[in-house]
């Protein structure tokens, strides 16, 4: 959530002061660093789910995809080929680094299902949650550079990761 923060700031920026050069690099860069921040995330809910329910084993194929995927996913997202600072980023390699991205969660969904309704947390939300946030952000992915009002669907997204952040911290 936080990392979206690097590409939505400069998109502020831009809304506000018009188009730059200077901006466009903050704003490449920043999706650049949310990609691998998202992963990251994800990559996190894997181990609240492991300390939330020690009691659990998660299936090893479910972990090896989780960790595989995410770091192909970062591994694609470092490609200079993403041309993040230009702006001119491959389509093709967006299509990837998100597909890929689809197995992560898939992996962390996985999880929560097993899990379910386990001390009664009600982290089977989690399941709803990371739903919502891909159905919201694929569209984006791949739709986006032809119809620009599909990045409002962004807004729901981030709200999917704050609802995910705060059943995180309702654990505490």
């Known amino acids: 959530m936080a990392g979206d923060a690097f590409h939505l700031v400069p998109r502020i920026i831009r809304a506000i002061k018009g188009p730059s050069e200077k901006v466009q690099r903050y704003m490449g860069l920043g999706l650049g660093i ?31 995809l989780i960790w595989i995927s995410a770091s192909l996913r970062i591994a694609v997202c470092l490609l200079p080929q993403n041309h993040w600072i230009t702006g001119e980023g491959s389509m093709t390699l967006s299509v990837i680094r998100n597909s890929i991205f689809l197995f992560t969660g898939i992996g962390v969904i996985v999880l929560y299902a097993i899990s379910g309704n386990t001390g009664n947390f009600g982290l089977y939300k989690m399941i709803i949650a990371i739903i919502i946030s891909f159905g919201c952000y ?33 654990l505490l």
């Open 34 to 64: 949310s990609s691998v921040t998202m992963t990251i995330f994800y990559i996190i809910l894997l181990y609240v789910w492991k300390a939330t329910f020690p009691e659990l084993l998660a299936p090893l194929w479910v972990e090896l």
């Open 138 to 170: 694929i569209p984006v992915v791949w739709g986006a550079k032809k119809k620009p009002k599909l990045g409002m669907l962004m807004i729901p997204k981030t709200c999917a990761y704050v609802w995910m952040l705060i059943m995180g911290l309702m």
